[in-house]
């Protein structure tokens, strides 16, 4: 058996989903612990196409529980939209096919509207506006609501005029109407009813089955680089993206943790503002935005794109403990004459060999890049030897082996060097 972790290394959009949903083959249970509707994860199977949000991307396998982590905060219009229409696929067949965590926050309808407000005004950070941040607020300043609230109906609404009481003047501010506190009683009240089902404790779910010595995979959202206390600030999420984060989100012990493997493009992308030093603002650019299909799968934003960057990938592996590397979409790179890998950055006359994190430093530092030769399409599934380098020379330079390759959005379009599950 064993438990591993699953992350992104950027600033997501990795294709976690898809190798996740890959890995699920072996696992009893797919964990997601923070974040929220913010993520976007996309699965090819028999050339069909899933999108989950909030479910972990393990919903595709029959007999595996996904959860929904202590440590996320949920939307249940989202959720329950999830749930209609994987059921209506053939999946979630069964009650104990997803557990949602009672002890989540809710995303409640001025969340969105706050996050909407802030992104139309002057130092806006390009969030997905579903409400994310203001959720996390609101957990912080203990005004929060949670799954486990939706069935205890007096003390929803008790607790709800609290909120809204506390909440409404920050609201004003903005320029937003005050929440309606007996309108979203009524209509969060009225969608519990399809969470019912699900909902409990995670934690102890999670616990018992890794001490029944089930294979349990945690599914990273979001990517290392938008961790709110290790990532490019503020340009971040609100929660935390790195392996650390899996335990805390759980309520898991680190001891129980057996592999960390990390997932990163060929090439980087970004969606939202914030530093991206290896940006390509030109044709090369444009062609990474076409091939790869890089538009956001949550709102539509054309993704920026640009060469991988090492020394931010050092960083992500250092924050967390990753110990192998995917690397996906290397088809999409495909047919490039040449290719550069940025391999460290140079401020101040040093040369340094992590993604500096202060936001001034990294403006000032200057990328160092290496060329190699590109690669044609690969025939008949077989790696091209141009390909193959670049795998080699990545894997020299963070000092880790890659473990698997992905060279098409579909299950099949991978080349995995060595299964975390295979004993
Ligand atoms: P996630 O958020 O990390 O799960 O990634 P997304 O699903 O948001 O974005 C990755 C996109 O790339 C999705 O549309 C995937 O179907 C697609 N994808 C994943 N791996 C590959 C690959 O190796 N090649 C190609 N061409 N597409 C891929
Ligand atoms: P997956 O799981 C890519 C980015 C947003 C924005 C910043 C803050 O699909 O990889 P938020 O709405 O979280 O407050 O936005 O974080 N962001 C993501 N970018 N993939 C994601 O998820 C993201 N989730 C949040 O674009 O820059
Ligand atoms: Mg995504």
């Not at 992104?119 to 300043?141: L, Q």
């Not at 403990?321 to 979409?329: D, N, P, R, S, V």
Request: glycine fraction near 12%; charge should be neutral; hydrophobic fraction near 40%.
């Amino acid at each position: 058996m064993a438990v591993v972790i699953v992350v992104g290394v950027q600033w997501g959009d990795e294709g976690k989903g898809k190798i996740v949903d890959l890995l699920t083959e072996k696992a009893r249970l797919v964990v997601r612990w923070a974040g929220g509707a913010n993520a976007g994860h996309t699965l090819v199977v028999d050339g069909k196409k899933y999108v989950t949000r909030l479910i972990p991307s393990g919903i595709l396998r029959s007999g595996v529980t996904c959860v929904l982590g202590e440590g996320m905060v949920v939307d249940p219009a989202v959720l329950v939209e999830e749930i209609r229409t994987f059921r209506a696929q053939g999946f979630i067949t069964q009650d104990r096919d997803l557990v949602v965590a009672e002890r989540a926050h809710l995303t409640l309808p001025h969340h969105r509207e706050i996050d909407r407000l802030r992104e139309e005004r002057p130092g806006s950070i390009g969030t997905t506006k579903r409400g994310i941040g203001p959720t996390y607020e609101s957990k912080a300043a203990r005004i929060g609501l949670r799954v486990g609230d939706l069935f205890r109906p007096e003390r929803f609404r008790a607790r709800l005029e609290r909120h809204v009481t506390a909440i409404a003047p920050y609201l004003h501010e903005l320029g937003g109407a005050a929440p309606n506190a007996a309108e979203i009683a009524s209509s969060y009240l009225a969608l519990a009813e399809e969470i019912r089902p699900f909902v409990g404790d995670a934690s102890r779910t999670v616990h018992d089955a890794i001490k029944r010595g089930e294979n349990v995979l945690f599914e990273g959202a979001q990517g290392v680089l938008l961790d709110l206390d290790h990532g490019t600030y503020p340009f971040v999420t609100s929660s935390s993206t790195t392996a650390g984060g899996a335990c805390a989100g759980l309520g898991i012990g680190p001891t129980l943790i057996d592999h960390v493997l990390g997932i990163a493009k060929g090439y980087a992308t970004r969606v939202g503002d914030g530093p991206f030093p290896t940006e390509l603002s030109d044709a090369t650019g444009e062609l990474l935005r076409k091939r790869g299909n890089e538009f956001g799968s949550v709102t539509g934003r054309p993704r920026r794109c640009g060469w991988l960057d090492l020394p931010a990938v050092r960083l992500a592996v250092r924050l967390s403990g990753i110990e192998a590397l995917a690397l996906t979409k290397l088809d999409v790179m495909a047919g490039l004459d040449r290719v550069r890998l940025c391999v460290g950055y140079r401020l101040n006359g040093r040369t340094l060999d992590e993604m500096p994190l202060d936001a001034d430093d990294l403006a000032a530092a200057e990328p160092v890049f290496e060329d190699l030769e590109g690669w044609p399409d690969a025939a008949d599934g077989a790696v091209p030897p141009g390909a193959a380098r670049f795998v080699a020379r990545v894997a020299s330079l963070v000092g880790i082996p890659v473990w698997a390759t992905s060279w098409g959005p579909g299950r099949l379009q991978t080349v995995v060097e060595h299964n975390p599950f295979a004993g």
